[in-house]
């Protein structure tokens, strides 16, 4: 398959992957397929001409659609092949959408362990193509080293990397669960989506933790850790 049979075809499926997460309904028509907004019932209206009694229509039937394929869409998602698309097409959609950056432990000299360099890389690359999108660097204070925090360090190593996006800062988490916890305010208010940045394979529990806790949770990878 040549690099541009690979584009397309990867560009497509982040289409498509983004369109079922989204909760956009994808009709096939006969020349080609057109994406539309599902139906909406009006309030107080019963069902549909056609539909059985107690079905449901529009946004409800999507909403149903989407808790059966959760599974399926995630490992679409979440795959090495879609989620580098994927995480630029979120990104370019909404601006207010949040970059977040997981931390990880400090050295005890204060410096950023290779694991947390790894992921300050990844995500300088992924801000290069969005200079407006926000980004939330997560990560608190340990014994190893009390005068940073893990949001502070990875702050100065984005603006040493030349990123200048907005960077909110949350220094408190001590874990994952931390971070999502102390996060996902934040990313509520920007619209309930994020795309995360950590190492592979932590990323598939991130994900999963950022999901549980209602937030639309996309991937970008860096490193391994």
Known sequence: MSVPQRHTLATSAAA??????????ITPTAGAGSVDLPETSSAGSG???GS??????GSGALDDLLDRMRTQIHTVTDSEFV??????????????????????????????????QDRLD????????HPRNPVIVTGGRSDRCPSI???????????????RNRIVLENNAWNTL????????VIRKLGGTAVV???????????????????RAFGWVGGTG
């Open 16 to 25: 498509v992957a983004t369109a079922l997460t989204l909760g956009i309904a």
């Open 47 to 49: 069902s549909s001409a």
């Open 52 to 57: 059985a009694p107690g079905s449901t229509t």
């Open 83 to 116: 989620r580098g698309p994927l995480a630029h097409a979120i990104l370019d959609l909404n601006p207010d959408t949040p970059v977040v950056v997981l931390g990880a432990q400090i050295n005890e000299d204060c410096s950023r362990p290779e694991v947390l």
């Open 122 to 129: 990844a995500a300088t690359r992924l801000l290069a193509s």
């Open 149 to 163: 925090t893990e949001a502070e360090a990875m702050t100065q190593g984005l603006r040493d990397r030349g990123v």
């Open 178 to 185: 931390q971070n999502v916890e102390y996060t996902a305010p």
């Open 197 to 215: 940045v950590t190492s592979d394979p932590h990323y598939l529990r991130a994900l999963a933790n950022y999901r549980d806790a209602g937030i």
